[in-house]
């Protein structure tokens, strides 16, 4: 705790608040990474600073960012009869009037898992097909990349994944291409920055002119980087700055990447709220395509046909491209709420949705 008691004082809290009181601006920070979308509302950094900076969250929820038609495939192969392994975040999230809860219920099955490794022991343990739902950024893929090499090697041949893996710098700059959204810098991903570096994120400063900060998860990290942006605006002087360097470098983990360009190749892929995103997916390359259970399976070519009436609006894929906050939902915290979600933003562990209602009440934005 030594090491993260440092990054929670309250003494340097206040001196970084009263200097962001103090600076007279008036900004908008985008959080791209859930984790800290949760942190700034735990601690009430969100509340505290919003007369002067105004954070709204992004595309960094893995869960948020997975259309209906990836789900679906998932549901489709519980269908079949083949088992679903699955983080536990994806079971309650609603698709097409459904959900993998629902369709558990209707006879299906699945498996909550805690890695893609874990799926793997239950391949070889089990001897049933086991297909794993390869939802996650970059920070997920290594693994996912890493259990298809084992399955490889061992000779394993029931299991397979669902890829559905994506990748956070062209989520962002679809936000920045859109120009929707006025954003004055980006508060950057420290799990995703671990595995790919700072560099990949530098077009946001050479063609969007922003600055931005690679930050990490206590209050002190965050917003120490806030303070950094507010700096760099008020000098004219965007660069992308790497807060978190005890744990990220500017190369990234090299050995992870290389493992992720072992197994995988980069593709286009559809996100929530962003539409198609070219270069923003991975896919298995032609040497593991024979793990990819929507070919193996003939996953996801027939989609429901859902009337628009039945569908409920939720805006979450508004939520997460930063065009409203939570609470201006019509849904939210009346009929969307924890026990009963809507959409993923509210059933995810790192769903603006699901962190606003938990401790955005208490500070009347409920």
Known sequence: MRFLDEYRRPDLMRKMYTKIENS?????????CGTHTVNMARTGIRWRVKPWVKLLSGPGCPVCVCTEEDLWMAAEAMRMGLVVATFGDMVRVP??????EKERARGGRFRVVYSPLDA???AENSGKDIVFLGVGFETTAPGIALALIEAENRGITNFSVIPLMRLIPPAIKRILERGEVKIDGFILPGHVSTIIGSKPYEFIVKEYDKPAVVSGFEPLDILGSILYIMRMIEEGKPEI?????????EEGNLLAKEIMGRVFSICDREWRGLGEIPCSGLELREEYRKYDAVEKFSLGDEVPEYRQRDRVKCRCGDVISGLIEPFECPLFGRICNPSNPMGPCMVSSEGSCAAYYKYGGKMGER
Do not use: A, C
């Open 24 to 32: 007279g601006m008036r900004i908008t920070i985008m959080e791209v």
């Open 95 to 100: 698709f097409y009037g459904t959900s993998l």
């Open 120 to 122: 793997l022991r239950l």
């Open 241 to 249: 700055l790497n807060e978190y360097k005890r744990v990220v470098r």
